[in-house]
């Protein structure tokens, strides 16, 4: 009889190996019967058989080990396992961002106890009025001051990121507070409906070419950036007053924005924001059939007026990185509405802005200047005043104006930031005089302003500029695992100028003073 020695295999698996270990079993029970029939064996088959016996054994050795393994397998591969197919993992610790699937979710935003202290009243929120609420003697706010608090303009923010597929890569972003209230939602400037949308788009980038595509609600591109035409850089003064500061150039609406960036030191865009136009209307009749906005309909707030907007607000910037500083320039095209008898009419207005940021002592102190000039400007100021008004045929005039900011930020130690800022509105008169004497337009000297100083006394008060200076300070008390804490002190004082009319042209003031307590909590 021929012995067959078994072939060693691969092993992958317990069953080869239990087939194997059978034909071995069924070589050595054979061997006896082989050898009575045979009466006789030498040597050499008994070696044989023993080295059988030592096969089995060793067989029997590795059954049982891969046994335990299929039972207790390895931390590597436990490990493996474990991240093959993760719902949700949270990154190291620290870290605002969840993975779920292939998209990457960061979570910002900060809770804040906020104070408020005006020498006259507004009775306004986190947000001040700076053109029709800064009170003249003619009112019994002027002699009263006013104390608020306030925690309405916390803020909650997500970005969610999806995965780069070669050069091609998307991300969406969302921010909100609670500063809306629906008897005063707008589209003027912040879009403040409730609850109070800040930012939300969608963000797509080409790396390859420089190209980014943004469709959505966010800055308008009018507002200066720190660095290109990056979104989420924008350079926004820092202070409490959600308001910010007049002089400073913004909106947040509703826009599609096309951006270039050649290369590291210039970038292009051009957006195409939605648009709504502040309208004066002087106290004087209007020709019948004259049609300049229209009560909200539909999704908005019948108790606000809306214009009769024909084209999105046009705006094209150039920006320049040369290595110190960021410096950029940009124009806007706009359209105004109106009808008489059926007749539309449509004026445009225009506006040249340019900005820049300074580093005076790396990192530690900037100078920033922007300013913006044109007719029909008036909507993309802090201080709100007019982009038009109205003639006594009844159509639309564009008013000139202006707005200047300049500032400095300090950074003196890492938990401080202190700032400075003067910022300036202005607005040029646009008056009328009617066949019968009566005024019309903005700023015209027939309107009565012989009460300002007499309370309950008849005040029209056209705004003709707003300058402001406002200090403060930030100090991050707190900054580890936890997250990290906050407060800032800031004071402003605000003067008013209006248009001479009957009686004169007195100004006002106003000082504020703010408090802010803030927790971020995903900022380590």
Same mark, same amino acid.
């Given at each position: 009889?021929?012995?067959?020695?078994?072939?060693?295999?691969?092993?992958?698996?317990?069953?080869?190996?239990?087939?194997?270990?059978?034909?071995?079993?069924?070589?050595?029970?054979?061997?006896?019967?082989?050898?009575?029939?045979?009466?006789?064996?030498?040597?050499?088959?008994?070696?044989?058989?023993?080295?059988?016996?030592?096969?089995?054994?060793?067989?029997?050795?590795?059954?049982?080990?891969?046994?335990?393994?299929?039972?207790?397998?390895?931390?590597?591969?436990?490990?493996?396992?474990?991240?093959?197919?993760?719902?949700?993992?949270?990154?190291?610790?620290?870290?605002?961002?969840?993975?779920?699937?292939?998209?990457?979710?960061?979570?910002?935003?900060?809770?804040?106890?906020?104070?408020?202290?005006?020498?006259?009243?507004?009775?306004?929120?986190?947000?001040?009025?700076?053109?029709?609420?800064?009170?003249?003697?003619?009112?019994?706010?002027?002699?009263?001051?006013?104390?608020?608090?306030?925690?309405?303009?916390?803020?909650?923010?997500?970005?969610?990121?999806?995965?780069?597929?070669?050069?091609?890569?998307?991300?969406?972003?969302?921010?909100?507070?609670?500063?809306?209230?629906?008897?005063?939602?707008?589209?003027?400037?912040?879009?403040?409906?409730?609850?109070?949308?800040?930012?939300?788009?969608?963000?797509?980038?080409?790396?390859?070419?420089?190209?980014?595509?943004?469709?959505?609600?966010?800055?308008?591109?009018?507002?200066?950036?720190?660095?290109?035409?990056?979104?989420?850089?924008?350079?926004?003064?820092?202070?409490?007053?959600?308001?910010?500061?007049?002089?400073?150039?913004?909106?947040?609406?509703?826009?599609?924005?096309?951006?270039?960036?050649?290369?590291?030191?210039?970038?292009?865009?051009?957006?195409?924001?939605?648009?709504?136009?502040?309208?004066?209307?002087?106290?004087?009749?209007?020709?019948?059939?004259?049609?300049?906005?229209?009560? =909200?309909?539909?999704?908005? $707030?019948?108790?606000?007026? &809306?214009?009769?907007?024909?084209?999105?607000?046009?705006? @094209? *910037?150039? #920006?320049?990185?040369?290595?110190?500083?960021?410096?950029?320039?940009?124009?806007?095209?706009?359209?105004?509405?109106?009808?008489?008898?059926?007749?539309?009419?449509?004026?445009?207005?225009?506006?040249?802005?340019?900005?820049?940021?300074?580093?005076?002592?790396?990192?530690?102190?900037?100078?920033?200047?922007?300013?913006?000039?044109?007719?029909?400007?008036?909507?993309?100021?802090?201080?709100?005043?007019?982009?038009?008004?109205?003639?006594?045929?009844?159509?639309?005039?564009?008013?000139?104006?202006?707005?200047?900011?300049?500032?400095?930020?300090?950074?003196?130690?890492?938990?401080?930031?202190?700032?400075?800022?003067?910022?300036?509105?202005?607005?040029?008169?646009?008056?009328?005089?009617?066949?019968? =004497?009566?005024?019309?337009? $903005?700023?015209?000297?027939? &309107?009565?302003?012989?009460?300002?100083?007499?309370?309950? @006394? *008849?005040? #029209?008060?056209?705004?003709?500029?707003?300058?402001?200076?406002?200090?403060?300070?930030?100090?991050?008390?707190?900054?580890?695992?936890?997250?990290?804490?906050?407060?800032?002190?800031?004071?402003?004082?605000?003067?008013?100028?209006?248009?001479?009319?009957?009686?004169?042209?007195?100004?006002?003031?106003?000082?504020?003073?703010?408090?802010?307590?803030?927790?971020?909590?995903?900022?380590?």
């Amino acid at each position: 009889m021929t012995l067959i020695r078994p072939q060693a295999r691969p092993r992958s698996g317990g069953a080869p190996v239990r087939r194997r270990l059978a034909v071995v079993v069924a070589a050595v029970t054979a061997g006896p019967l082989f050898l009575s029939s045979a009466h006789a064996q030498d040597a050499a088959t008994a070696a044989q058989l023993q080295t059988l016996k030592e096969q089995v054994q060793q067989l029997q050795k590795q059954i049982d080990q891969m046994q335990q393994q299929q039972s207790h397998p390895p931390a590597a591969q436990t490990a493996v396992a474990a991240t093959a197919t993760p719902p949700v993992v949270v990154e190291k610790k620290g870290s605002p961002a969840l993975h779920a699937g292939p998209v990457t979710l960061t979570f910002g935003g900060f809770m804040e106890l906020g104070t408020i202290y005006r020498n006259r009243n507004e009775t306004a929120d986190m947000g001040s009025n700076w053109n029709t609420a800064i009170p003249y003697p003619n009112s019994s706010n002027y002699g009263l001051d006013e104390f608020r608090m306030s925690a309405r303009q916390s803020r909650l923010s997500l970005l969610a990121q999806g995965p780069e597929s070669g050069s091609n890569r998307a991300e969406g972003y969302l921010e909100f507070d609670f500063l809306g209230a629906a008897p005063t939602a707008n589209s003027n400037e912040s879009n403040s409906y409730t609850p109070r949308l800040r930012h939300v788009y969608g963000l797509y980038t080409r790396s390859d070419v420089g190209f980014s595509l943004l469709a959505g609600q966010t800055w308008s591109m009018a507002t200066m950036f720190k660095s290109g035409l990056k979104v989420r850089s924008e350079a926004i003064p820092l202070t409490i007053d959600a308001q910010y500061v007049p002089g400073f150039n913004w909106t947040r609406d509703p826009q599609i924005r096309l951006v270039e960036r050649f290369n590291d030191v210039v970038s292009a865009g051009l957006s195409f924001e939605s648009p709504q136009a502040l309208i004066f209307n002087g106290p004087n009749p209007l020709p019948p059939g004259t049609v300049f906005n229209n009560p =909200g309909g539909s999704l908005y $707030y019948s108790g606000q007026n &809306y214009s009769l907007d024909p084209a999105p607000d046009i705006i @094209g *910037k150039v #920006a320049i990185d040369p290595g110190f500083g960021h410096y950029e320039v940009y124009g806007m095209v706009r359209w105004f509405r109106d009808q008489v008898a059926g007749h539309n009419d449509t004026q445009n207005g225009e506006g040249v802005g340019a900005g820049m940021i300074l580093p005076l002592v790396h990192d530690v102190l900037d100078f920033r200047a922007s300013g913006l000039f044109g007719n029909g400007i008036g909507r993309y100021g802090s201080a709100q005043l007019p982009d038009v008004t109205l003639k006594p045929d009844g159509h639309f005039a564009t008013i000139r104006g202006y707005h200047v900011l300049a500032g400095l930020e300090a950074h003196p130690a890492p938990a401080w930031t202190a700032y400075l800022y003067f910022g300036e509105e202005h607005a040029d008169s646009q008056a009328y005089t009617d066949a019968g =004497g009566l005024g019309y337009g $903005y700023g015209s000297p027939l &309107y009565d302003n012989s009460g300002c100083e007499t309370l309950g @006394g *008849k005040c #029209a008060a056209n705004t003709k500029s707003i300058m402001q200076g406002t200090g403060g300070v930030w100090w991050k008390y707190y900054q580890g695992e936890i997250g990290n804490l906050q407060m800032g002190l800031q004071y402003s004082y605000t003067k008013r100028e209006i248009f001479p009319g009957v009686g004169g042209d007195p100004d006002t003031n106003i000082s504020v003073a703010m408090f802010s307590l803030r927790y971020y909590p995903y900022q380590r």
